[in-house]
């Protein structure tokens, strides 16, 4: 029992701590209190930084470039966005000389409809005839009445044949979109109540991926097979 509640308790951790790593781009440069309430000016420029959720109380922003880090209020009630929302953050709520717009939100954007020629590949069975030379050698032999003799095997030359594979390519028609899938968060700075935009964290995850809709047959040269290697029987 006592290590169900232990583990629950790593769980709820996990899930109230979360790090957003992005870029902060400071459009005007505006004040932030550090530890010990010190003002700490971010100037005008592109940041790396990252986004803290702490806890459910409060968020924590860092840029590495900087020795500081700056500590954010949540009013209690008010949830954090983590996939889907917005919530609107004043300075007195934040006890931090600036607003913030957080919104978290998810995104699938689809291409128009692409047909390509692309090059393909498929494998073909081909018999493949070589000759085999086996050396002379010398062969012996204990016989039950306590002798032993030996024999000479002449040289043999033998022709042996298998099915190999061979790559052979070709072209095929191919119909797709491509899917790409946003997961956004974005934090808007503005100078404490004005609906100026002083600067934007963003920590939005893009990944791209291929969606093929049909193929059709890898269309093959027969003509193009790759020549055999086949040594000729020696005479």
């Known amino acids: 029992m006592k290590a169900i509640i232990l583990g629950l308790l790593s769980l709820s951790m996990v899930s109230c701590y979360q790090t957003r790593q992005g ?14 309430d010190k003002k700490v000016t971010i100037d005008a420029g592109n940041y790396t930084a990252k986004l803290k959720l702490k806890t459910k109380r409060k968020f924590q922003l860092l840029i590495p470039e900087m020795d500081y880090k700056f500590i954010f209020k949540v009013p209690r009630g008010i949830k954090l966005p983590q996939n889907h929302g917005t919530v ?11 607003d913030i717009d957080l ?5 699938v954007l689809e291409s128009e409809i692409y047909t390509v020629t692309e090059r393909c590949s498929e494998t073909v069975y081909r018999r493949v005839c070589r000759t085999e ?19 000479m095997h002449p040289p043999r030359t033998r022709r042996v044949c298998r099915d190999e594979p061979r790559s052979v390519y070709g072209d095929r028609r191919v119909t797709y979109r491509d899917i790409t899938e946003e997961k956004i968060f974005l934090a ?45 029987r020696r005479r």
């Open 23 to 36: 870029n902060l781009d400071v459009y005007e440069s505006f004040t932030l209190k550090a530890k010990g």
């Open 88 to 98: 609107k953050l004043s300075s007195r709520a934040l006890k931090q000389p600036i």
């Open 103 to 107: 919104t978290a939100d998810k995104r």
């Open 133 to 151: 030379r086996t050396p002379a050698r010398r062969v012996c032999r204990n016989y039950p009445d306590g002798s032993r003799r030996c024999t």
């Open 188 to 232: 808007t700075i503005f100078a404490p109540g004005t609906s100026d935009v002083v600067g934007e964290f963003d920590s939005t995850k893009r990944t791209k991926r291929r969606n093929v809709i049909s193929s059709g047959p890898c269309r093959v040269d027969r003509r193009t097979y790759p020549p055999l290697i086949t040594n000729t």
